[in-house]
């Protein structure tokens, strides 16, 4: 996989993850060697061969147009990003399907153009806004970020977006405002697993006004150097590196800004379980698992889950004096 | 017709077809982003659908009056046994390495994993009592042993639906199988005590 965007690579901003060598025995490695050794001792009962990276029953993604001139982020992480296959073949996004491949499988039917976000609440420009004219004015940046799923997997991801905060601002908001609250598209008919019940549709979710407004929480239209494939959430999604990955909701169709804490729809499937504000925190488990460890992607060997997924020097102090066990 | 051992060496030859299949994907990096959850979901779907195929011998005995069918209920189980053990230990090695104090509070405070393990703690004496020997040294107790296996079949049941985060549609559907199964045995202990 080659990354294929014209970048300017600034300094990275921080070592704070030095992964010890045997995590970095990735899986790719881990197979060269069992699967060479497997063969040796005969497995022409199979008749397989080892191809390096030899994926029979993936959805081919498409060629999807290529972004340029994104700027490299401070924000940026210097772990090592998820292979592209790994990261569109992998998701959850059950507007397609509960199955993991679903999305990669179905998500075709999904028309991301035309597309516009209707903003709405406490802003003094409301309306609908077609996306070419949400993201022009802004410089588009590159964030490699860490991407920290419920279940406990996670990925590096580098996307491609612009802050939150300054579209919010464009839209001149009046400030009475203390939340903002997101729904999906909703339309069985191009996402067929909306015909079911896995969650109430449209997708919800929320976040506090200082956590959207905060540099990191990103606005993102690509991913790879490259548009957003359907099944990432085209065309356009949220990413809130330090909440667990449901937070950041997919295919975005409205933004409103909101005096009370909206209703967020895993909240609303199993309130026990998840949260508003679903920081990642390795001392709160889930009821049903632990959130101490998790598989990245890629790797062999499971790693320690970090508080605020790493991002706690950017974001502990929004929640100085919060009970994080209470407020999960 | 009574089915010949070369008969039941076939059921369990197609019964490992499953386990070949992950390996040969295994070899060809066709599991996924995430193999070690796709073996572990696969090992305990087919320990799941060995162990109810085990449980509908009997009452299929009982419609067709074939006895012939009856062997096959031991390789069933012992092919569910088989997976079940795949699938334990690719969670206590590959999902946790070893990590004991994570693996004991998974057991003891994860609902859903108590319930796998009370699963697989129940097949452990089926297996191995499972030959004709242990049959014949048990006697009426064998019998009664056996019956742990509607437990471990309830217990692998519940493991499954609460392990699901939101759409309960498959586990549901061994639910219904599972009862459907355990219906006519219900039948029996009522006319019994009855």
């Known amino acids: 996989m080659a990354t294929l965007i014209n970048v300017a690579r600034a300094a990275d901003a921080r070592d704070n993850d030095v992964t010890p060598q045997d995590v970095y025995w990735n899986r790719r490695d881990f197979m060269k060697v069992v699967g060479a050794g497997l063969i040796a001792c005969g497995s022409g009962l199979t008749g397989c061969e080892t191809s390096d990276g030899a994926r029979a029953a993936q959805a081919a993604v498409p ?136 969650l109430e549709w449209p997708y919800r979710e929320g976040l506090r006004i200082d956590e959207a407004m905060h540099p990191l929480t990103l606005l993102a239209f690509g991913m790879y150097g490259r548009e957003l494939p359907n099944q990432n959430g085209a065309p356009l999604r949220l990413v809130v590196p330090w909440k667990y990955g449901f937070k950041s909701i997919k295919s975005i169709v409205r933004i409103d800004l909101v005096s009370e804490q909206p209703r967020t729809s895993w909240n609303m499937a199993a309130p026990g379980e998840y949260g508003f504000y679903s920081n990642v925190n390795p001392e709160v488990s889930h009821p049903r698992w632990s959130q101490r460890k998790e598989r990245r992607i890629g790797d062999f060997r499971k790693r320690a889950t970090l508080p605020f997924n790493g991002y706690g020097e950017q974001v502990a102090s929004l929640y100085s004096g919060m009970d994080l066990k209470k407020f999960f | 017709m009574i089915p010949t051992k070369r008969g039941q060496a076939l059921a369990a030859a197609i019964g490992l077809i499953p386990a070949l299949l992950l390996v040969a994907r295994f070899l060809g990096d066709d599991l996924g982003a995430n193999p070690i959850e796709e073996i572990t979901h696969k090992t305990g779907l087919w320990a799941l659908r060995l162990l109810l195929l085990s449980l509908a011998v009997t009452p299929l005995r009982n419609m067709t009056h074939w006895n012939g069918i009856i062997p096959f209920r031991r390789t069933f189980g012992l092919l569910a046994f088989v997976y079940a053990t795949l699938h334990f230990s690719t969670w206590l090695v590959l999902d946790h390495f070893f990590d004991w104090s994570e693996i004991v509070e998974d057991i003891s405070e994860r609902p859903y994993v108590t319930a796998g393990f009370t699963a697989f703690v129940c097949l452990l004496p089926l297996a191995a009592t499972s030959t004709r020997g242990w049959i014949r040294r048990l006697g009426k107790r064998w019998t009664k042993l056996h019956r742990l296996v509607y437990l471990a079949a309830t217990a692998a049941v519940i493991h499954y639906w609460w392990l699901v985060k939101s759409d309960v549609t498959e586990p549901r559907y061994y639910a219904v199988a599972l009862a459907v199964l355990l219906a006519p045995r219900l039948v029996l202990l009522r006319q019994r005590a009855g």
């Open chain 1, 63 to 198: 060629d999807l147009p290529a972004i340029r001139g994104a700027v490299a982020s401070p924000f940026s992480t210097s772990e090592k990003v998820t292979d592209y296959d790994d990261a569109t073949s992998y998701n959850n996004f059950y507007e397609f399907g509960t199955d993991k491949r679903d999305p990669s499988r179905y998500a075709g039917s999904l028309i991301t153009s035309p597309w516009s976000v209707t903003f709405g609440g406490a802003v003094g420009k409301p309306g609908e806004v077609a996306l070419e004219d949400l993201l022009k004015p802004h410089p588009k940046e590159e964030r490699i970020y860490r991407h920290r799923c419920v279940e406990t997997w996670s990925m590096v991801i580098p996307w491609i977006g612009i802050p939150l905060a300054d579209v919010l601002k464009r839209r001149d908001p009046t400030g009475s405002a203390k939340y903002v609250a997101f729904r999906t598209l909703h339309d069985p008919r191009q996402m067929p697993g909306q015909r079911g019940r896995a």
